[in-house]
């Protein structure tokens, strides 16, 4: 899991190279008006090309800012992650239903159940799971947390230790899958299932 | 699930659509001998340009292109879903260590276990339960196919009802995570879990 303060540090050098990508933008005719965001595939291209035409300084240098990008898009997703958790702890279902991605392919498996697809539905089964059954906050401590991102979609595995007052939940092992929708990270898969122990 | 004679149909389609492309490559100077694949990148921003230029007629095309194009890829993770079960009907391990992505981020949680990272371990697993313990083939049902693709990301859930010759494994929800690596689909997460009935 990568630290937060070194995110910080990347994320202020990643905040340089966007304005000096938006202002070269600019002067090739670019409105300024129009948001310009280096995505992987462009960098990934360009640092094709600069290996092709031999350019080593420029190849090394588009490396860096490949590798600064997606460890910014690992902190975006760990922070989804964070937030899913948090709606999840509180059992506040406003925060919840902005997590979700609002799309038919989502879907959600709660340990030792079935699959629930669809927006309307998963967030339906978070009312339930939000409901008068538990007592909130929840305790859910998250453990063994690994984020991989491709592209527009990120996923996270964790162990998720969960105990409410006074009774154990046990663990459960869960996958969640986020996609980046219009630039802000969405979850649309929430599979966890029980360790037997 | 999508029917496969259809997508039979719109990959023969797809098929002149790249040739077409590579034709118009060439004649911009793009090398004939390098592999030209249109990515839904390039057709979403080829899909803005021509709303912006309110070149309907061409942005209905392009759009048919689109939709063309991630049909193609939910048939080619459909496919490389279907080749992961049979290698684990067949228990063999070959055909099982040719479809996970060798690389450290993916990982496999097996119904009640924990998650297993990485494709050295993640194949050792497949090695226990391609072992002794089971008689091959195994009967593995697949039903509720539900596949979705993003770029270079596809996932299919369903529902797997596993029976050995003479007794009973019972439901498991899997969702299964594939990776596009230099054009080909390889699995990179495989999380199932038991379902309570």
């Given at each position: 899991?990568?630290?937060?303060?070194?995110?910080?540090?990347?994320?202020?050098?990643?905040?340089?190279?966007?304005?000096?990508?938006?202002?070269?933008?600019?002067?090739?005719?670019?409105?300024?008006?129009?948001?310009?965001?280096?995505?992987?595939?462009?960098?990934?291209?360009?640092?094709?090309?600069?290996?092709?035409?031999?350019?080593?300084?420029?190849?090394?240098?588009?490396?860096?800012?490949?590798?600064?990008?997606?460890?910014?898009?690992?902190?975006?997703?760990?922070?989804?992650?964070?937030?899913?958790?948090?709606?999840?702890?509180k059992g506040d279902l406003v925060a919840m239903?902005?997590?979700?991605?609002?799309?038919?392919?989502?879907?959600?498996?709660?340990?030792?159940?079935?699959?629930?697809?669809?927006?309307?539905?998963?967030?339906?089964?978070?009312?339930?799971?939000?409901?008068?059954?538990?007592?909130?906050?929840?305790?859910?401590?998250?453990?063994?947390?690994?984020?991989?991102?491709?592209?527009?979609?990120?996923?996270?595995?964790?162990?998720?230790?969960?105990?409410?007052?006074?009774?154990?939940?046990?663990?459960?092992?869960?996958?969640?899958?986020?996609?980046?929708?219009?630039?802000?990270?969405?979850?649309?898969?929430?599979?966890?299932?029980?360790?037997?122990?």
């Amino acid at each position: 899991m990568p630290s937060f303060a070194a995110c910080g540090a990347q994320n202020s050098r990643l905040l340089s190279l966007r304005l000096a990508q938006v202002k070269s933008g600019e002067a090739e005719g670019i409105p300024s008006n129009e948001s310009v965001i280096i995505d992987e595939e462009t960098l990934q291209r360009d640092l094709e090309k600069a290996i092709k035409e031999e350019d080593y300084v420029r190849a090394a240098k588009i490396r860096d800012d490949l590798r600064l990008l997606q460890e910014d898009s690992k902190a975006a997703v760990l922070s989804a992650n964070t937030r899913f958790y948090n709606a999840f702890r509180k059992g506040d279902l406003v925060a919840m239903n902005s997590i979700w991605a609002k799309e038919d392919h989502v879907y959600c498996i709660h340990p030792g159940a079935g699959r629930i697809s669809g927006y309307d539905l998963v967030i339906g089964s978070w009312e339930i799971m939000c409901g008068a059954e538990h007592e909130f906050p929840l305790q859910i401590d998250l453990q063994n947390i690994e984020v991989h991102v491709i592209g527009d979609v990120g996923y996270v595995t964790c162990l998720e230790v969960v105990k409410t007052r006074g009774s154990s939940w046990g663990k459960q092992m869960a996958t969640n899958v986020f996609e980046r929708i219009n630039g802000q990270w969405f979850i649309c898969i929430h599979h966890a299932s029980h360790i037997n122990m």
